[in-house]
C-alpha cells in the first residue's frame, strides 16, 4: 500500500504569510495527486488535481506542484477564509485511494 | 447540479450494522463511480471502499474488508454503504463522493454514525 506522509500537521500563521504543506509518497505516484481544504462540519473541497492544476474558481493564491514522490501546496497570501484542514490524496492505485494525516492551518 | 444526499445521522450498539444510503442527482448515475470516506472525530480522511454504478463492481479498502459492503440501486440512483460488526472506533462521518477526473470531487453532506451502548 501507498503511505502518503504530509507535514507539518499543524501550523499558526497571519492573514498575508506564506504557508507551504509538503506530502511524500512512500512510492512514485507520477502526479496522481489532489489537494482538498476541508472547514469544520464540512464535506472537503478539491483544491487542485493531478499535482498542479488548479480547480475552476479556487483563488490563485493556491498552487501545487511535484511529481513522483513529493509534493507541496503553495498558498502564497494567506486570507482569512483559508484557515482550515487541508488533506492530499494519491489515486495512482485507483480506485484504492489515499489520504495524507492533513494539515491544519491556524491563525497566529 | 449535480448532487449526492444522505440519509440521516444513526446511532448503533456495539456489534450491530449500519446501511448509510447516497441518493444521486443531476447525472446519469451509472456513468460515474462512487467513493467512500470516513471521518472520525478530530481525524484523517479515510477512504473505504469504491463501486462501479454502472456495472456493479466494488473495491475495499484492506481495513474494512469483511466489514464493508457497498451496493448500488441504479433504479433508484443510490448507493449504499453497509458495514457490520460495529465498534466504538467506527464512530465517525460517513461520506459518498462521485468521482470526476479520477478522484473524489462531488461530496454528499456526512451521515453521522454514532456507536455507543
Known amino acids: 500500500d501507498i503511505q502518503m506522509t504530509q507535514s507539518p500537521s499543524s501550523l499558526s500563521a497571519s492573514v498575508g504569510d506564506r504557508v507551504t504543506i509538503t506530502c511524500r509518497a512512500s512510492?512514485?505516484?507520477?502526479?496522481?495527486l489532489a489537494w482538498y481544504q476541508q472547514k469544520p462540519g464540512k464535506a472537503p473541497k478539491r483544491l487542485i488535481y493531478?499535482?498542479?492544476n488548479l480547480e475552476s474558481g479556487v483563488p490563485s493564491r493556491f498552487s501545487g506542484s511535484g511529481s513522483g514522490t513529493e509534493f507541496t501546496l503553495t498558498i502564497s497570501s494567506l486570507q482569512p477564509e483559508d484557515f482550515a484542514t487541508y488533506y492530499c490524496?494519491?489515486?495512482?492505485?485507483?480506485?484504492?485511494?489515499?489520504f495524507g494525516g492533513g494539515t491544519k492551518v491556524e491563525i497566529k | 447540479q449535480v448532487q449526492l444526499v444522505q440519509s440521516r445521522a444513526d446511532v448503533k450498539k456495539p456489534g450491530a450494522s449500519v446501511k448509510v444510503s447516497c441518493k444521486a442527482s443531476?447525472?446519469?448515475?451509472?456513468?460515474?463511480?462512487i467513493q467512500w470516506v470516513r471521518q472520525a472525530p478530530g481525524q484523517r480522511l479515510e477512504w473505504m471502499g469504491w463501486?462501479?454504478?454502472?456495472?456493479?463492481?466494488?473495491r475495499y479498502s484492506q481495513k474494512f474488508q469483511g466489514r464493508v459492503t457497498i451496493t448500488r440501486d441504479t433504479t433508484a440512483s443510490t448507493a449504499y454503504m453497509e458495514l457490520s460488526s460495529l465498534r466504538s472506533e467506527d464512530t465517525a462521518v460517513y461520506y459518498c463522493?462521485?468521482?470526476?477526473?479520477?478522484?473524489?470531487?462531488?461530496w454528499g453532506q456526512g451521515t453521522l454514525v454514532t456507536v455507543s451502548s
Open positions: 493531478a499535482a498542479s
Open positions: 463501486i462501479n454504478a454502472g456495472n456493479g463492481n466494488t
Open positions: 490524496l494519491q489515486h495512482n492505485t485507483y480506485p484504492l485511494l489515499t
Open positions: 463522493a462521485r468521482v470526476y477526473s479520477g478522484v473524489p470531487y462531488y
Open positions: 512510492q512514485g505516484i507520477r502526479d496522481d
Open positions: 443531476g447525472y446519469t448515475f451509472s456513468n460515474y463511480a
